[in-house]
Nanobody, 125 residues
Framework: QEQLVESGGGLVQAGGSLRLSCEASGRTFSTKAMGWFRQAPGKERELVGT????????YYADSVKGRFTISRNNAKNTVYLQMNSLKIEDTGVYYC??????????????????WGQGTQVTVSS
């Protein structure tokens, strides 16, 4: 059974950093595009960024450009989200996601097939 498990969330002060990890199991995700979404309280889930199977980052939301970095290690079936210079508005539940068929995602309207359970990130002042 396919499973994505996030870790690394927590409470951090504004200006700080966190690194989220997402370990995939149950199938070969190393040839599939993956990404991160987030959902703030009272808001819709939004795409943060996407990364191709070959580690090409194909999208970052404007709000995180220059602060967040997506990477992956296919040998470990793991994708990462390094978050620096965190802001209060980065608070939310962060979800790892994976596509079922495509190795690269070019559309910011992407809706994945597989989702993790989410990890809470809270940025305080």
């Amino acid at each position: 059974q396919e499973q994505l498990v996030e870790s690394g969330g927590g409470l951090v002060q504004a200006g700080g950093s966190l690194r989220l990890s997402c370990e995939a199991s149950g199938r070969t995700f190393s040839t599939k595009a993956m990404g991160w979404f987030r959902q703030a309280p009272g808001k819709e889930r939004e795409l943060v960024g996407t990364i191709s199977w070959a580690s090409e980052v194909t999208y970052y939301a404007d709000s995180v450009k220059g602060r967040f970095t997506i990477s992956r290690n296919n040998a470990k079936n793991t994708v990462y989200l390094q978050m620096n210079s965190l802001k209060i508005e980065d608070t939310g539940v962060y979800y790892c996601a994976a596509d079922a068929t495509h190795g690269t995602i070019w559309s910011k309207s992407w809706w994945p097939t597989y989702w993790g359970q989410g990890t809470q990130v809270t940025v305080s002042s």
